[in-house]
């Protein structure tokens, strides 16, 4: 493991079989928002990973022995990737003597703790159903990341389908890093499945896999030079200035609920030939995906408004997450290290005025197209800005830190109030074939996706395209957005 100048965060042994670390900006702010929201009894920003699998069975195999080997095949290529990538057994918790935050990983002490983590971290759930309806009934969020296998009715051409979901804190696992371990995990599962004795590895030593945090993957210093604290001064006073004075574009929400419900996923996903001339038209007019589909969430979010007399400004306010595994060093930018937190959230806002229409026009000549030409250009400059700064790495630890919550002390805290003005952020996780593949040895997968678990008032919607269909979904929450709301709002774009 590369070692870093600031040994806070090198995997140290502080008792036999247990490894500790500190955390970086990125982690904490994830395990401090849970944190937050723990009365709730749910996990703001959760991970849920999901991939749809099947398997048929040999000529002259019963199902269910297809069934049963299969289950097998996984519990093994389970058992196997947490040697691999250990840190996907580990877990942040609260130290009160030194009172701070640390990443812990226990290894197994013999082949009973082995089993015991196995029997508590694959489940089969028991009731054959949809895998989107399961993920869509508020499913428990483990101490430990925890895969979940949910069988699909048994079917007439003897074929084995079911969906895997991994549900987990994202201080442990990202989006990306979520399909990154779907892809080893699925290579391994192949191998077991044609394996009569799979010889599962020994314990012991695996702690050296173990991934450090984004500080030390990337290289980054340890604190600002002077000249970007200045520079990280002027971005918190443009974000403040930001709000003053002009009505925040929000989507509306049912103002009558105060806490949180269920988080609920919608998608809609269009066809091979819709999505390529989409990419096309995205082409000619020096676009990204993401840069139009951001434009056009601005445009949606700005037509959501309330009708008022005349037409009023209203200002746009949103961001973007960046995948960071590129401005890692080797073996952190690979596969090798899925079960980390690699990404960075932009500090400087996007905004976007707009102009809300009212109930009486007014002499306006600016056509949609015309608008939104406009602020897609807006956006491409934002992430363009961001892509190119060779400097905006160094800054990520302090974005982060902007939006950490402090420790509450030992009772669960108040939960936070909500949000009053909402905005709708956009996750493009890009084309998925490039991550993973559509067929392993016998297992055929589809559909993947993740998604982070909302507990607030807004929405957040995920871009990605597989076997060259984009699908655009909505992460919400169903005590303040209802399903068609949702959904409604995913066909503006189709």
Request: a negative charge; hydrophobic letters at 35%.
């Amino acid at each position: 493991m590369a070692i870093t100048a600031d040994s806070r965060f090198e995997w140290k042994l502080t008792k036999p079989g247990r490894w500790e670390r500190d955390i970086d900006e990125v982690e904490e702010f994830y395990t401090s928002l849970a944190k937050a929201y723990e009365g709730t009894g749910r996990v703001f920003f959760a991970m849920t990973g999901f991939i749809s699998f099947s398997v048929s069975a040999e000529p002259g195999t019963h199902f269910p022995d297809t069934e049963k080997r299969v289950e097998q095949a996984l519990r093994n290529a389970w058992i196997r990737l947490r040697f691999d990538h250990p840190t996907i057994a580990s877990r942040v918790q609260y130290d009160p003597v030194q009172q701070k935050y640390k990443k812990t990983y226990q290894t197994f002490i013999d082949s009973a703790s082995q089993r015991e983590w196995l029997e508590d971290t694959f489940c089969v759930v028991t009731e054959r159903m949809s895998g989107l309806d399961w993920c869509n009934s508020d499913p428990p969020v483990p101490a430990l990341p925890t895969l979940f296998l949910v069988k699909a009715p048994a079917s007439d051409d003897q074929t084995f389908r079911a969906d895997l979901v991994l549900r987990s804190h994202h201080d442990i696992i990202d989006g990306m890093g979520t399909l990154l371990l779907f892809n080893n995990l699925f290579s391994l599962a192949a191998d077991a499945y044609e394996q009569t004795n799979y010889e599962l590895p020994k314990f012991g030593e695996e702690w050296t896999n173990l991934s450090p945090p984004l500080r030390v993957a990337a290289g980054m210093p340890a604190s600002l030079s002077t000249e970007h604290e200045k520079q990280m001064q002027g971005i918190l006073k443009h974000n403040a200035a930001l709000r003053d004075g002009i009505q925040i574009a929000s989507p509306p929400f049912k103002r009558q609920t105060a806490l949180p419900g269920k988080h609920q996923r919608v998608a809609v996903t269009l066809s091979k030939k819709t999505t390529a001339t989409l990419l096309e038209k995205c082409r000619n007019l020096g676009l990204s995906i993401t840069h139009a589909y951001h434009a056009a969430i601005a445009l949606a979010v700005r037509d959501l408004q309330e009708r008022k007399e005349s037409d009023r400004m209203v200002r746009y306010i949103s961001y973007c997450l960046v995948n960071e595994r590129h401005h890692c060093k080797p073996p952190y930018s690979t596969s090798a290290h899925p079960a980390s937190v690699y990404h960075s959230v932009s500090g400087r806002c996007l905004a976007i005025d707009l102009t809300a229409p009212g109930l009486v026009s007014s002499n306006a000549t600016t056509t949609d197209e015309e608008a939104f030409l406009r602020i897609a250009q807006h956006v491409r400059d934002y992430y363009l800005e961001i892509r190119d700064d060779r400097e905006y790495i160094k800054f990520v630890p302090s974005f982060w830190a902007m939006s950490i919550f402090p420790y509450p002390g030992p009772d669960p805290p108040a939960i936070p109030a909500r949000n009053e003005t909402p905005s709708v952020s956009i996750s493009s996780m890009g084309v998925l074939d490039k991550v993973i593949r559509h067929s392993y040895g016998s297992f055929s997968v589809d559909n993947p996706w993740v998604s982070g678990e909302e507990l607030g008032t807004g929405l957040g919607v995920f871009l990605d395209t597989w076997k060259g269909r984009l699908t655009l979904s909505a992460a919400y929450n169903n005590a303040w957005h209802e399903k068609e709301e949702a959904l409604n709002f995913l066909n503006r774009f189709t």
